[in-house]
């Protein structure tokens, strides 16, 4: 078996988890990362919520319903049962449905395209660059 490092590189797509408070502002906190990779069957998400900065943009903030709609995320990547009728899909019919563009307390950026030859790590790279404060990334 080859390690990450000596497998060729893989195209992934990815997108930034928002947490959108007041819809309307369409002010956000970048709050985690969905990522999928075809070739390495690999459909994962991290999620880091930055409570004072959500509530930096509304004092108001339900932070345990936010939290509970970040937790389905990595479900869904998961699939299976836990997942609900999602679980069923692909995972590419699962990173489909959770990009797609909505009006909602949770959002996500559009969709981006990288190339890695370990998916987890270029996960963990996108995590540090677009969620993680300077401070929090120390």
Not at 45 to 59: H, N, Q, S, Y
Not at 61 to 79: R, Y
Not at 88 to 110: C, K, N, Y
């Amino acid at each position: 078996m080859s390690t990450p490092a000596e497998r060729a590189p893989s195209t992934y797509d990815y997108a930034v988890i928002r947490v959108v408070p007041r819809v309307e502002r369409g002010e956000f906190v970048n709050a985690g990362v969905i990522l999928a990779c075809q070739d390495a069957s690999f459909l994962d998400a991290r999620i880091e919520l930055d409570a004072t900065r959500v509530l930096a943009l509304d004092p108001a903030a339900d932070l345990a319903t936010i939290a509970e709609h970040l937790a389905a995320i990595p479900a869904i990547c998961a699939g299976g049962k836990r997942a609900g009728a999602l679980g069923a899909l692909s995972r590419r019919e699962r990173f489909d449905w959770l990009t797609a563009p909505r009006s909602a307390l949770i959002q996500t950026s559009p969709v981006h395209t990288g190339r890695c030859s370990d998916a987890v790590a270029a996960l963990d790279a996108l995590m540090r660059k677009m969620v993680r404060t300077n401070a929090a990334a120390r």
